[in-house]
């Protein structure tokens, strides 16, 4: 079957420090990686797609600056959280896709706290 | 432009009742729909999904949507809900052109009575 793996599932860092979450697909090739984070008591937001042989396209209010995006291969991808923040806690889910009309997979998410 | 609204932030329900949740959508083309559940301290589950077809489509443990253009609407439903069926249900909503891209309602947590 398919499953995408995060990497940490929890962690906490000091304001002003940065983080580097993983995600991994398993049973499937991942052309395409989305990144959503989940704010507290608030709803997912794309942060970023990444797909296969095109540039990575962050939405409105996240930057590359901020989120640095690397997806080397059909089954991994990571990103950073940079100079983290208060309002950058949350949960950070990897969504992966093996192409067109397919199903997004979640993975279990990474839960962010900033101290 | 594309938007998610689920208009109930929470539904409680008694066990073994029938369960609706709504969604409703804005998206001038042909949209692909989406229901996820989220339980506690966890990620996101797939329930079920509408691309095209017959408008009524089957999910996991016996959820099922029907999909109305005529009122943008993306409803999920349940002929008998389960306490274990408590959890955050989320509607969303993504287009032919830029499948990769998921727009998330605001979400519904449902309660389940004993």
């Known amino acids: 079957g398919a499953l995408v793996y995060q990497y940490p599932r929890r962690t906490i860092c000091k304001s002003g420090t940065s983080m580097r979450m993983e995600c991994q697909a398993v049973g499937f090739q991942a052309t395409s990686v989305a990144w959503y984070r989940q704010s507290p008591q608030k709803t997912f937001e794309l942060i970023a797609l990444s797909t296969v042989n095109s540039a990575i396209k962050y939405e409105q209010n996240f930057t590359q600056e901020k989120f640095p995006i690397s997806h080397p291969n059909l089954s991994f991808s990571s990103m950073t959280v940079l100079n983290a923040y208060l309002e950058d806690r949350g949960l950070y889910l990897c969504?992966?896709?093996?192409?067109?009309?397919?199903?997004?997979?979640f993975g279990p998410g990474t839960r962010l706290t900033v101290l | 432009a594309q938007s998610v609204t689920q208009p109930d932030a929470r539904v409680t329900v008694s066990e073994g009742a029938s369960l609706q949740l709504r969604c409703k959508y804005s998206y001038s083309a042909t949209p692909y729909l989406f229901w996820y559940v989220q339980y506690p301290r966890q990620g996101l589950q797939l329930l079920l999904k509408?691309?095209?077809?017959?408008?009524v489509v089957q999910g996991v443990n016996s959820f099922e949507a029907e999909f109305s253009k005529s009122n943008s609407s993306f409803h999920l439903q349940k002929a008998s809900v389960h306490w274990s069926d408590s959890a955050v249900y989320f509607c969303a909503l993504s287009n032919l052109y830029n499948q990769g891209k998921l727009i998330f309602g605001q979400g519904t947590k449902l309660s389940i009575k004993p």
């Open positions: 969504g992966a896709r093996p192409g067109p009309y397919a199903e997004q997979f």
């Open positions: 509408y691309y095209s077809g017959d408008p």
